[in-house]
C-alpha cells in the first residue's frame, strides 16, 4: 500500500518537528546575542545568515522525510563513495579551504560546505546498509573488527583536517550501531571497558598520582590534568573552560537577562567560538539553569523521540538509521554541553540546531527528516 | 535482508539506550545545578575579580585663609603619568600567553636575608613603556627599587610615573599613548602655596608619606601626600579630604569597558588663620634683609596672632609635588637653618626681661612704683661686682627711669628683692619655661631659671642671689620664645589678661560649616588666667615702656601720631665659628601700640644685630607705620615672595626714622654714617612716608662693612 503524499505529510511525527524548529529558531536569537558585540561585521551578520540556512535545512527535512528511507539504502554504497571523496577533496589544495587552522571547508558554486558534516549523515546510511547486509554474521567478532576498519576511513581523514571533535562522533554512532544491530554486546562491553580503564588511568594515575606515559610529551600531560583542573593555568590553557564555567555559573537560577552576559560581551569568552562551540556558555550566563535545563530538555526530548520511532519502525534497517542518528546528536549534545560545564574534555563539536554553522544545521534537518521518514513508513500505515 | 520483520527490532536494546539518554540529561542538569546554584556565588565573585578593577581618586587638600579669607595655600591640577601595575601585569599575562617574566629578589624578612621569586614587574613596565618612551624622548627609566617596592607594597595604587608633566608633553603623550592598558594621564590636585615663601613657618608644607606611615585614608591606603610642617602638619586630619574611588569594568584585555560605580573624592575642610595677610606681608617685607630674626603681632584683646614671620624663609612650593635632592640639600645645610621658626625657638632675652621682672616686683611688694633704688655703675651680690651698661650708672632712680633707661643695677636689686621664688611664680603664669598651647610644633618652651632648674642641670650648685640678679636682666640661663614674651606683652596691654596665643579661626568644610572651634580670648592656663598684678602697678610699667620709646632706648620704635610702648634689648651671645667664639648678639624690641587702646603687641627679634635700640626698633617702626597706614587705607598688594636669604653679616642698624637721637646705648656711629641709605618702606608703596628721616645703616665695630638689604 502506498502512502499518497498528504497522508505522508500528515504523518510526520509534529512534536518532533516542534521540537527541532523550536531549538532552531532560539539559535538565531542566542547566536545574535553571542555575536552582537564582536568587532568583526561577518560575526555580527552571523544570526542572519542562521536564519538563511534554516529554510534550507527544512527542505532537506521534508526532502527526507517524503522520500521513503528504504530508497537511499540501494544507494548507500554511492553515498558513502560521495562522501568519502568529499573527505578527500577537502584536502586537496584549491577545493579545501583552510579556516582557523583547519582545512574543512569546500566550495561548489555558490555554496561552501563542510563535508565531514555531510559524511556524519552518510556514514549512518552506509553502517546501517552494511550491517543489514552483514545477515545473520551481524553478531559475530567479525562484524565488529569490520566496522572498526570502515570506521577508521573516514575518522583518519577528518582528523587530518584536523577536527578531532567530529571524527570523535563516528565512534558511538558506530557503537550504537552496532548495538542495535544485534552485535554481541562483550565485544562492545570489553571496548567500553578499555576505554573506561584508559579514562580512570588519566585521573587517578596522571591527574591524582603525577605518573607519566611513554611517548607523550609534557604538555601533553599538563592538558590532561587541566583537564580535571583549569585553576592549574587559569591564565592560558585553562582559559576557555574557566571562562565558560564563570560563565554559566554567575548566571544563576534565571540567568542576567539576554544581551546580558557579561563574559560574552566583555569577550572573556573567546568570540571566534562563544557562537558555536560554547555557545551553551552564552545561553547558560543569560538565562540561568532555567534556561539551560530547557535546552538540554529539548535536546533530550528530542533523542528520546528519535528513538520512539525507531521503535516503531517497519523493519531494522529503519530502527538502525533512527538509532544512527539518535547516537550522532546524542555525541553533539553531550559533548558539546559537557565540555562547558567540565563534564567532557574540550573538543571543537556543536551544539545541534544552536550552534552556528550552516551545513552542519542541514545536516542534523536532514537526518531528523530521515527519522521523520522512518516514522511515517511505521508499521502501522493505516490511519 | 530481513525487512518488513518487526521481530527483528531489538526493543529491550532500545530501552537501554532511552536510558542512557535519560541518564546523560540526568547528568547535565546536575552538573549545571552544581555550577550554577551551588557554586553560583563563587563564580559571580571571580566574575567580579576578573572584570572589574578599582581605583582609587585623590581627595583635595582644603584651603588655608587668612582671616579674611585669602587664600594662602590651594591646590591646581598637577597631570601625572600613572603605571597602574596591577593592569599592566595582567595585560602583559594576556598578551604573553599566561606567562609572567620572573626574577629572584633578596628580601629581608625578620632581619634574615631571602631570596624571593617575584615578578618581574620592572621588566613588564619596560616594555609597556618602551615605545612611548622612545618617541617622547623621555631618558630617564623608572626607579626600579621604587617601582619593586610599590609593587609589593601597594599595587592596587597607581604608582606616579612622572608628576606635573607640562603640557607639551602631555599632548604628545595622549597622542602617542599607544593604547597600554595600564598607563594613563591623571589631573591629580596638588598644593600651591600662592604667595612663595609667605608665612611659610606657619603654613608648613606636605610631602609623600614615609614607607611606614601612621596616616591612612579611609580605604586602608596611605594618603598621597601628608602634611610634613606647619599648620599642614598640624591640621593634616581636618586638612586631608576623604578618597574617592571608581570601579571599572574591564573587557578580556584590560580596556576600560565603562565606569560601574563612582565615589567621588571630598576635599578637606579649610583652615581659617588668625593671621592677616596684609599685616603679614608687611612683615615679611620688614624682615627681609635681617638674615636672621622673627617678628611676631599680636592682637592683645583676643590673642590672635595677626602675623608671624622667621627669617631667613623658604618657598614650600619646592616641597611640590617633590622636593628634590639639591633643593632638600641647600636648605638642611644651610647654617642659618631656614627650616626653624625662630618665633617658636628660644633666645635669651636680655633686657625685655624687665618689664617681667617689674611686674613681679610689683606684685611680690618689693618696690612699689614709687620706690626709688640708688644704682650705681656697679652693685655687689654676694660679693659678686654686678655692672651696668652705663659707667656711671643712672643714680637714684624709680621704676619708670629704670625701664626707660633699662638699668641693669636697678634691676639686680629689685630682682634680688622680690627673690627667685616670686619671679618663678610670676613666671609661671606667663608660661616660661612651658609651651604657649600655640597649634604650631616644634615650639621650644625656653628656660625658666631657679632653684629648681639648676638642682636638675648641676645638683652640687646653690641658688644664690647673684644667680636672682643675673636673671633679673634677663641673662644667665633664661630662654623664651618670641611668642612667649608676646603673651607678657599682650597681658601688659590688656590689664593683665595671659591669653593663649590664637593662630586659627576656625575650620569649616565646604559648605561653610564650622568643624572645629578655636575660641577667642582663650586663657593660656585657666587656672592662672591673669598675671594677678594690680591694675595701678600693671599702668606703672606700662607708663615705663611709653618711656621707653618717647625718650628711652627705644626711641627710634617711635609711629608718628601713634603713641608707642615698648622694651629694647640686647642679650649678648656668641656663635662658634671654626672654633672661634664670634659675637652674635640677640637683639629684640617688642611693645604695644597705640598707648591708650592697644590694638597690637608686636615683637622684633633679630641675631647678630647690634642692640635692640638701634636694629630692633627701626623695624619695629617700620611694621607699625605701615599698619596703621593700612589701617587708613592704604592699599597692601600681596605678591609672590622670593625666600629671604640668611645670613651672618650680623648687625642691621638703622637711624631713627622720626630723626630722633641714637640711643645712648647702642654702640652706634662707631664709624661714620654708612653712604648707603635704603629706604626702609617695605610696601610696594613706594611712595615715602616716614616723615623725610631715612634710615642709614651703621656697621659693627670690627666687622667688615656691609650693605644689608632690607629689599630684594
Not at chain 1, 542576567?256 to 569568552?269: D, E, F, I, M, S
Not at chain 2, 644667680?467 to 636682666?473: E, G, H, K, Q, R
Request: hydrophobic share 40%.
Amino acid at each position: 500500500m502506498k502512502l499518497t503524499f498528504l497522508q505522508k505529510f500528515l504523518r510526520i511525527d509534529w512534536i518532533l518537528f516542534i521540537v527541532m524548529m523550536s531549538l532552531a529558531c532560539a539559535s538565531v536569537a542566542f547566536i545574535y546575542s553571542a555575536t552582537y558585540t564582536n568587532e568583526v561585521e561577518e560575526y555580527r551578520n552571523s544570526f542572519r545568515s542562521q536564519m538563511y540556512w534554516i529554510p534550507i535545512g527544512l527542505a532537506g527535512f521534508f526532502f527526507f522525510s517524503m522520500i521513503d528511507y528504504r530508497f537511499w539504502l540501494q544507494w548507500a554504497p554511492l553515498l558513502g563513495g560521495i562522501a568519502l571523496l568529499g573527505l578527500i577533496l577537502v584536502h586537496v589544495p584549491g577545493i579545501g579551504y583552510l579556516r582557523f587552522g583547519a582545512r574543512n571547508w569546500i566550495h561548489i558554486g555558490p555554496f561552501s560546505i563542510q563535508p565531514a558534516e555531510l559524511a556524519k549523515m552518510a556514514y549512518i546510511i552506509f553502517l546501517t546498509w552494511y550491517l543489514l547486509g552483514r545477515g545473520i554474521k551481524v553478531k559475530e567478532l567479525s562484524t565488529f573488527m569490520s566496522v572498526i576498519a570502515l570506521m577508521l576511513v573516514p575518522v583518519g581523514l577528518i582528523l587530518k583536517q584536523p577536527d578531532l571533535g567530529s571524527a570523535a562522533v563516528f565512534l558511538p554512532t558506530s557503537f550504537v550501531l552496532m548495538y542495535v544491530a544485534g552485535v554481541r554486546f562483550r565485544y562492545l562491553f570489553l571496548t567500553m571497558l578499555l576505554g573506561g580503564m584508559v579514562v580512570a588511568f588519566s585521573y587517578f594515575g596522571v591527574y591524582k598520582a603525577g605518573m607519566k606515559i611513554p611517548g607523550l610529551k609534557e604538555y601533553q600531560l599538563a592538558r590532561i590534568k587541566m583537564f580535571y583542573d583549569p585553576s592549574l593555568d587559569p591564565k592560558g590553557r585553562g582559559w576557555q573552560i574557566n571562562q565558560s564555567l564563570i560563565a554559566i555559573g554567575s548566571g544563576g537560577s534565571t540567568g542576567k537577562g539576554y544581551l546580558k552576559g557579561t563574559q560574552n560581551v566583555l569577550g572573556y569568552l573567546p568570540k571566534k567560538t562563544s557562537y558555536n562551540d560554547f555557545i551553551f556558555s552564552v545561553i547558560g550566563e543569560e538565562w540561568g539553569f532555567v534556561g539551560g535545563s530547557c535546552v538540554i530538555g529539548l535536546e533530550g526530548l528530542m533523542l528520546l523521540l528519535c528513538l520512539r520511532a525507531g521503535a516503531s519502525a517497519r523493519d531494522q534497517a529503519g530502527c538502525l538509521i533512527t538509532c544512527g542518528v539518535m547516537a550522532m546528536l546524542f555525541t553533539h549534545i553531550f559533548v558539546n554541553i559537557g565540555m562547558s560545564i567540565q563534564v567532557v574534555p574540550i573538543t571543537g563539536i556543536p551544539l545541534p540546531f544552536i550552534s552556528y554553522g550552516g551545513t552542519f544545521l542541514v545536516v542534523c534537518m536532514s537526518c531528523i527528516g530521515l527519522v521523520q521518514s522512518v516514522w511515517i513508513h511505521r508499521k502501522n500505515q493505516s490511519l | 535482508m530481513l525487512l518488513d520483520d518487526d521481530r527483528n527490532i531489538p526493543l529491550g536494546r532500545l530501552s537501554f539506550l532511552a536510558l542512557m539518554v535519560l541518564a546523560a540529561v540526568g547528568i547535565l542538569i546536575s552538573r549545571l545545578y552544581t555550577v550554577q546554584l551551588a557554586q553560583g556565588e563563587a563564580y559571580t565573585q571571580k566574575l567580579r575579580t576578573q572584570t572589574t578593577v578599582a581605583t582609587r581618586l585623590s581627595p583635595a587638600r582644603g584651603a588655608i585663609t587668612d582671616r579674611n579669607g585669602i587664600a594662602l595655600a590651594e591646590n591646581r591640577a598637577s597631570f601625572d603619568i600613572d603605571f597602574y601595575l596591577d593592569e599592566l601585569q595582567r595585560n602583559y599575562s594576556r598578551v604573553h600567553r599566561g606567562r609572567l617574566p620572573m626574577t629572584r629578589v633578596q628580601v629581608k624578612r625578620r632581619g634574615e636575608i631571602k631570596e624571593v621569586e617575584q615578578v618581574d614587574i620592572v621588566k613588564i613596565v619596560n616594555e609597556a613603556i618602551e615605545p612611548i618612551a622612545r618617541s617622547l624622548g623621555f631618558s630617564n627609566r623608572p626607579d626600579e627599587r621604587e617601582i619593586r617596592e610599590h609593587y609589593r607594597t601597594q599595587k592596587e595604587i597607581p604608582y606616579q610615573f612622572r608628576t606635573d608633566v607640562d603640557f607639551n608633553t602631555l599632548a604628545q603623550f595622549s597622542e602617542r599613548n599607544l593604547g597600554v592598558p595600564g598607563i594613563d594621564i591623571v589631573a591629580r590636585p596638588v598644593r600651591r602655596y600662592n604667595f612663595g615663601a609667605f608665612a611659610s613657618h606657619i603654613l608648613g608644607y606636605v610631602g609623600k608619606p614615609d614607607d611606614n606611615s601612621e596616616a591612612k585614608a579611609e580605604d586602608d591606603y596611605p594618603y598621597e601626600t601628608v602634611g610634613r610642617q606647619g599648620i599642614e602638619a598640624r591640621l593634616d586630619s581636618k586638612l586631608q579630604g576623604k578618597p574617592g574611588g571608581k570601579i571599572l569594568r574591564v573587557n578580556y584585555r584590560g580596556y576600560v569597558d565603562r565606569e560601574e560605580e563612582v565615589k567621588p573624592p571630598t576635599v578637606g575642610y579649610s583652615v581659617k588663620l588668625t593671621i592677616d595677610a596684609r599685616i603679614q606681608y608687611i612683615v615679611e617685607q620688614a624682615m627681609r634683609g635681617v638674615g636672621r630674626g622673627a617678628a611676631v603681632i599680636m592682637d592683645p584683646k583676643t590673642g590672635d596672632v595677626l602675623a608671624m614671620c622667621s627669617v631667613p624663609s623658604y618657598d614650600p612650593n619646592v616641597f611640590i609635588p617633590k622636593i628634590s635632592g639639591d633643593n632638600w640639600k641647600s636648605l638642611i645645610g644651610d647654617p642659618t637653618s631656614p627650616l626653624t621658626n625662630r618665633a617658636l625657638s628660644s633666645y635669651p632675652p636680655g633686657s625685655i626681661y624687665k618689664p617681667f621682672i617689674s611686674l613681679a616686683a610689683l606684685k611680690s611688694g618689693a618696690i612699689t612704683k614709687d620706690t626709688v633704688i640708688n644704682s650705681p655703675g656697679v652693685v655687689y651680690i654676694g660679693g659678686h661686682p654686678f655692672k651696668d651698661w652705663s659707667p656711671g650708672g643712672q643714680g637714684a632712680i624709680k621704676l619708670l627711669d629704670g625701664l626707660r633707661m633699662s638699668c641693669n643695677t636697678f634691676f639686680y636689686q629689685a630682682g634680688v628683692r622680690t627673690g627667685i621664688k616670686a619671679i618663678d611664680e610670676l613666671g609661671d603664669i606667663v608660661g616660661f619655661g612651658q609651651s604657649t598651647g600655640i597649634d604650631l610644633s616644634p615650639e621650644s618652651k625656653g628656660i625658666m631659671p631657679g632653684p629648681d632648674y639648676l638642682k636638675k642641670v648641676s645638683p652640687r650648685e646653690r641658688w644664690t642671689e647673684a644667680y636672682t640678679a643675673n636673671v633679673s636682666i634677663g641673662q644667665g640661663a633664661v630662654q623664651v620664645t618670641p611668642v612667649q614674651m608676646c603673651i607678657l606683652m599682650c597681658a601688659i596691654a590688656n590689664g593683665g589678661h595671659t591669653y593663649r596665643p590664637r593662630l586659627i579661626q576656625e575650620v569649616v568644610d565646604l559648605d561653610g560649616t564650622q568643624q572645629a572651634e578655636y575660641p577667642t580670648c582663650a586663657p593660656r592656663n585657666p587656672e592662672t588666667p591673669t598675671l594677678g598684678v594690680k591694675k595701678s602697678d600693671i599702668e606703672a610699667v606700662k607708663a615705663g615702656l611709653l618711656a621707653v620709646v618717647a625718650d628711652g632706648t627705644g626711641r627710634r620704635g617711635q609711629v608718628e601720631g601713634v603713641k608707642v610702648a615698648g622694651k629694647t634689648g640686647t642679650a649678648q651671645a656668641w656663635r662658634r665659628v671654626s672654633g672661634a667664639k664670634v659675637q652674635d648678639n640677640k637683639t629684640w624690641f617688642y611693645g604695644f601700640a597705640p598707648f591708650d587702646d592697644p590694638r597690637y603687641v608686636f615683637l622684633v627679634f633679630v641675631e647678630g644685630g647690634t642692640s635692640g635700640g638701634g636694629t630692633c626698633a627701626p623695624i619695629a617702626h617700620d611694621i607699625m607705620n605701615n599698619i596703621f597706614a593700612m589701617e587708613k587705607g592704604k592699599d597692601i598688594q600681596l605678591t609672590y615672595l622670593t625666600p629671604s636669604s640668611g645670613h651672618f653679616h650680623g648687625v642691621v642698624e638703622v637711624q631713627n626714622p622720626l630723626n630722633a637721637q641714637p640711643a645712648g646705648s647702642t654702640p652706634s656711629n662707631t664709624g661714620a654714617n654708612a653712604p648707603a641709605a635704603v629706604p626702609a618702606d617695605t610696601t610696594t608703596d613706594n611712595s615715602n612716608d616716614n616723615g623725610g628721616g631715612e634710615p642709614s645703616i651703621v656697621p659693627e665695630d670690627d666687622a667688615p662693612s656691609i650693605m644689608p638689604k632690607r629689599r630684594n
